[in-house]
């Protein structure tokens, strides 16, 4: 998956990722999958995405300095699970000895770490399935190719009389 928007709210107003399926499913449309993040959560994302020097390490880069300080290295995050509207996620890590642990995390927190170690970003099918959004651009198309071909079989079914113009004499009221 890859982070295809990111609306940092304030206020009343909601953070959100949304993230976009890299391959098509099979109608060839990629999946969008959007989670309501917190504010903090959204800055943090975004500044993994555009570092900046900020002098000291934000929670995330902490997180990434203290797993590779620990000798293991974070290979990709997964969206596990969602449960009404609250998503559930996993970081894998490798250890040093080969061995693989998965930690629970915060989708925005894995996403956050995901953006920063510049590994993949996976969502279980089962998650797809349940919250995935319609990908309009597929239904764009869709649209677009079903006016071309009804207009494709109107032309079909033109004839030269057709374009005959006939004047009727208006009646003598």
Do not use: N, W
């Amino acid at each position: 998956m890859d982070i295809e928007s990111l609306v940092v709210g304030g206020g009343p107003l909601a953070s959100l990722v949304v993230l976009r399926s890299q391959g098509s499913g099979e109608d060839g449309t990629a999946a969008q999958l959007p989670i309501q993040i917190g504010s903090f959560e959204a800055s943090a994302i975004s500044m993994g995405v555009a570092p900046r020097e900020s002098g000291r390490p934000m929670t995330h880069d902490l997180l990434k300095s203290t797993i590779s300080a620990l000798g293991a290295s974070c290979v990709s995050v997964r969206i596990s699970d969602v449960k009404g509207t609250t998503f559930y996620a996993q970081v894998e890590l490798m250890r040093e000895d080969g061995r693989q642990v998965l930690v629970d995390a915060r989708p925005s927190d894995a996403i956050a770490l995901a953006v920063r170690e510049e590994v993949p970003v996976f969502a279980e099918e089962s998650v797809l399935q349940t919250a995935s959004l319609p990908d309009f651009r597929g239904v764009e198309r869709d649209e677009r190719e079903r006016e071309l071909a009804q207009f494709h079989d109107f032309v079909e079914t033109l004839s030269p009389e057709d374009f005959t113009v006939t004047h009727e004499e208006p009646d003598g009221e």
